[in-house]
């Protein structure tokens, strides 16, 4: 059995997951409008990684018989004004959800639940790649954003993006 405290955690973690895939949608939206689909691609992409996480941490409070309980989804209300905003949003972001999980992680800690924080650690993994994703997007836009030709270029490069579903065992 799941401890309370770390169930109703993880139980809101899936909300949250569930957010930042519409988060991440609404920033796709915005790109589309700019004509960059490309940087839309990307987000779409992450928007589909965010559903799958949010469907690990579900399944695995079933795993742990423990009840699920899905809230209403926020919609998203970060302001878009630049091409810079999404990706500075997005880091902003996946740093609040590092933290989420780091808390879900020393909850499980304080009561010795071995395999939740196993759980947990592919997500502490997969925190770590996000931001140097979301900053790496960053200093491309800083170096190349200004320049037509090469934003372009990095347009493209964001179209090539795949989705790869992940690849945690539950």
Do not use: C
């Not at 928007?47 to 079933?62: S, T």
Request: glycine share 4%; aromatic share 12%.
């Amino acid at each position: 059995m799941l401890n309370e405290k770390v169930a109703q955690l993880i139980n809101e973690q899936v909300n949250k997951e569930f957010y930042s895939a519409y988060l991440y949608l609404d920033f796709a939206n915005y790109y589309e409008s700019k004509g960059l689909a490309g940087f839309a691609n990307w987000y779409k992409i992450q928007a589909q990684e965010e559903r799958d996480h949010a469907l690990l941490f579900y399944q695995y409070l079933h795993n742990n018989n423990a009840t699920v309980t899905l809230e209403a989804i926020g919609k998203p209300d970060v302001p878009l004004n630049s091409l810079m905003d999404p990706l500075k949003a997005g880091l902003e972001h996946e740093v609040y959800v590092t933290s989420l999980i780091h808390n879900i992680y020393a909850a499980a800690q304080e009561v010795n639940d071995f395999r939740t924080m196993q759980f947990l650690d592919w997500f502490v993994k997969e925190q770590g790649e996000e931001e140097t994703n979301a900053n790496d997007l960053i200093t491309k836009m800083e170096l190349f954003g200004t320049d037509p030709k090469a934003l372009y270029l990095l347009d493209s490069e964001m179209a090539a993006r795949v989705y790869a579903a992940p690849t945690l065992t539950l």
